[in-house]
């Protein structure tokens, strides 16, 4: 597998190079913000114990080692408005590969088309002909080509945890789930559906509001769908980011997705689980595109929001520095491992410190 990654990895930086130069973000640039400290946040949380036996002499023995907790570069989840036109452009031949003359995304600048100049327009963008309180994208998930990086600065030691995802590799293409990305059908048994405010992506300190979000709220999170009511692009596809990460940790989703990374743990290793919109234990996330980001966050976070200076504007929210003029965002999804190094052939158990 590791072989077949740089290979693929050789391939897609030779493809770059035939890439027609613009705003977005290429695998370099993302091995670079990759290596971010603040993400990685490297911790030790304890200490395991294993029973390892010597046939000779015959003996047993219990023996120790440290167990860590830090944070992979699991996914790339970018979100975009027309297939092939992606942030990440080395890995635009994914949506170009599935698109089935899928468009209906709304227009960036949807808030400033009047309603004569969409049906000025209607013949030329019939399918982006769309309210603009209402906002669609598509959504791609693909493993970042980050843990590459990360899997060369902890292999040569005991104390890093590898990822259960592989880089470049698609688990999640909303254009393939069509119809569950397109309807909320599949949605209707979740209360969130129904009920305002509850999990809901929007402004919150981190662990803050876990069930209710009565103000700040940038949208709802079911249903998982490609679609809200919403005129900010930004708030919208932070949401659409959230629901698709959402997609690919649930284990019981009725979409088309693979899982991101090992479902289950084994001896000595606990991966993440489902990832959680209100608190930083299970995820958290570093934006690419437009802006590239050096820390981590969940979104929302006041740390993501510039205050104004003045008064001079009343829509000033503190997003600005953050708004994709193209309609168009990448975010990093960085996920929590824990793990202990194997000292012997049967695990006993770990205590926290």
């Not at 929001?305 to 504007?313: G, L």
Request: with cysteine; hydrophobic share 30%; proline share 5%.
């Amino acid at each position: 597998m590791k072989f077949f990654v740089l290979i693929f990895s050789f391939l897609v930086f030779t493809h770059s190079s035939y890439v027609k130069a613009g705003g977005g973000i290429n695998s370099a640039e993302i091995i670079g913000e990759s290596l971010s400290f603040s993400c990685v946040a490297w911790q030790p949380t304890g200490v395991c114990f294993w029973l390892k036996c010597r046939p000779f002499p015959p003996s047993c023995s219990v023996e120790e080692s440290i167990k860590v907790r830090h944070y992979n570069p699991d996914a790339i989840v970018q979100v975009y408005q027309t297939p092939g036109e992606v942030p990440w452009s080395e890995m635009s031949f994914v949506s170009d590969l599935v698109d089935f003359d899928q468009t209906g995304a709304t227009p960036a600048n949807a808030n400033q088309i009047s309603g004569g100049s969409r049906n000025n327009n209607s013949k030329k963008k019939k399918n982006r002909k769309q309210n603009s309180k209402i906002i669609s994208r598509h959504v791609d998930v693909i493993g970042s080509p980050g843990l590459l990086v990360m899997s060369e600065m902890f292999g040569s030691t005991d104390y890093g945890c590898e990822s259960g995802v592989t880089p470049y590799v698609p688990y999640y293409v909303t254009m393939l789930d069509y119809y569950s990305w397109k309807f909320p059908y599949s949605e209707f048994l979740n209360p969130a559906t129904y009920i305002p405010g509850m999990r809901e992506v929007g402004e919150r300190e981190d662990g803050q509001n876990e069930n209710f979000l009565f103000t700040g709220r940038f949208g709802n999170l079911f249903p998982r769908i490609g679609s809200l009511m919403q005129n900010d692009s930004y708030k919208a596809s932070a949401v659409f980011a959230q629901r698709a990460a959402d997609i690919v940790t649930d284990e019981s989703a009725l979409h088309i997705y693979n899982y991101l990374g090992d479902r289950n743990g084994k001896d000595g290793y606990w991966p993440p689980k489902q990832v959680e919109e209100w608190r930083s234990k299970e995820s958290k996330w570093q934006m690419l595109y437009p802006k590239k980001d050096s820390s981590c966050h969940i979104f929302g976070e006041s740390s993501t929001r510039k205050s104004a200076d003045d008064a001079r504007s009343l829509a000033f929210d503190g997003y600005e520095h953050r708004r994709s003029d193209d309609g168009n965002y990448a975010w990093q999804l960085w996920r929590p491992y824990e793990c202990c190094e194997k000292k012997g052939q049967v695990f006993l158990y770990s205590v926290g410190i």
